[in-house]
């Protein structure tokens, strides 16, 4: 994407912000991760006394009604607020005001947001309105807020952004393509500052019920909330849904430069592929997993041997981990046990299309810190996931360049290649 483009710009990430389950902004998030702290919880937000899944990386903290009019509180979903702090918090990192950036700067200023379930909890909620005779408390805008492409609209909106206001929904790897997209749109020269990353709030009733039917969340650790996501344990027993919102701002480079703007790190390469094989489950061999890091690589430029750190998939669950272990070794032959490694679910659930930008915004603080966050709850290792997870406790490393993984459903893969300037 980068490389072979026709004398391509280099895109840098220039601002972080953050609304997760373990902290409100970017460094309470960071010093959840490096504490080892898990966001995981009973949910308060409904009742689920006649659930068999209780738990979830459930935000409770969060003032959303501060981010919004009081008008649009009833006709907006959840990751509306999620995303606009998450974006405030972001540009402000940046060091850019959007109130004094010109009509021509603003139209060259877009939004590229990736969701799995967008409005679906928000749709939800209108149907409980209308199926139980009261009309009236539903949302004159349920159905444009209940799109997923309302979510970019939003940000557009709120800071007068003229440039491409976009939403990529790919299942778990819907926020790692819209960082790619974005980035691939300065990359090309076509903006100069975009929006990225992903939100996501599953968490309602009938979203949970769902997942719930398809045997794929935990029920085994209603009563340790806090133990039920371990990634890559022998003891793991499936996903713990979760919700967050990671925004960055990317920019290209040598304007990035000539305002002096703090450079997290540069975005190198990308890519993606399909197993074309299954709704759910990925194949057993890792084969496209594996290329689609392999891909990244080739696009950034660089050998398997360049890079110091992985951020994990790592959905707790006994196929996908094994799998995205085998994909590794595919991908990095014998530096696979050189690589450091670490799964961000471990302690935020998986906030599903939103899960690579949280992965990304580990990689950034990693890069920018040396300090690899913990796989948490990783007590007793599986022998089929034998590399090095980083588990339970924080440790210190030299990390230059790191891929972010990312696998979703309809056997889904991408990866991002980021390296520190």
């Known amino acids: 994407m980068f490389k072979e483009c026709s004398g391509p710009r ?34 308060e937000g409904f009742d689920v006394s006649d659930s068999a899944i209780r738990i979830a990386a459930e935000i409770s903290d969060f003032d959303w009604k501060a981010e919004l009019n009081p008008k649009d509180r009833r006709n907006v979903s959840r990751c509306v607020p999620l995303a606009l702090a998450a974006a405030r918090e972001a540009i402000a990192d940046s060091g850019i005001d959007p109130s004094e950036l010109d009509l021509e700067t603003r139209r060259r200023f877009g939004v590229v947001l990736g969701t799995g379930g967008g409005g679906l909890a928000f749709t939800e909620q209108q149907y409980v309105y209308w199926l139980t005779g009261n009309a009236s408390s539903a949302s004159v805008y349920t159905i444009p807020s209940s799109t997923h492409g309302g979510l970019s609209s939003e940000l557009s909106m709120v800071f007068g952004l003229h440039g491409p206001s976009h939403i990529v929904s790919t299942g778990c790897t819907s926020s790692t393509d819209a ?32 997942f719930n039917v398809m045997t794929v969340l935990t029920r085994a650790w209603n009563d340790e909330p806090e133990r039920a996501s371990r990634p890559f344990d022998l003891s793991r027993s499936g996903i713990v849904l979760g919700e967050g919102s990671w925004i960055f701002v990317l920019e290209e480079y040598e304007k990035a430069i000539d305002r002096g703007a703090r450079i997290y790190a540069e975005v190198l390469g990308y890519g993606s592929t399909c197993d074309a094989y299954h709704r759910v489950r990925l ?40 799998i995205e272990t085998q994909a590794i070794k595919n991908a990095f032959g014998d530096h696979a046990y050189k690589l450091r490694m670490s799964a961000t679910k471990s302690q935020i659930g998986h906030p599903q299309g939103a899960s690579g930008a949280a992965g990304i915004g580990s990689a950034l603080m990693t890069l920018n810190t040396g300090v690899i966050a913990p796989t948490i709850n990783l007590d007793t290792p599986d022998p089929a996931c ?4 980083t588990p339970n406790e924080a440790q210190n490393a030299e990390i230059g360049t790191a891929l972010c993984n990312c696998i979703g459903f309809g056997s889904k893969n991408s990866a991002i ?3 520190t300037v």
């Open 386 to 389: 034998d590399l090095d997870y």
């Open 283 to 322: 194949e057993e061999n890792g084969v496209e997993p594996a290329r689609a890091m392999t891909l990244a690589l080739a696009d950034a430029g660089i050998g398997p041997n360049s890079v110091d750190y992985v951020n994990l998939h790592g959905t707790s669950t006994q196929l996908n981990d094994r």
């Open 179 to 210: 960082f790619a997209y974005a980035a691939q749109t300065i990359a090309l020269g076509k903006t100069d500052l975009m929006f990225t990353g992903g939100v996501d709030a599953p968490l309602a009733r009938g979203i949970l019920e769902g």
């Open 417 to 419: 290649v980021l390296r």
């Open 10 to 43: 280099r895109v840098v990430i220039t601002g972080f912000g953050c609304v997760t389950p373990i902290g409100i902004g970017r460094e309470a998030f960071w010093n959840g991760l490096e504490s080892g702290r898990s966001g995981v919880k009973r949910i």
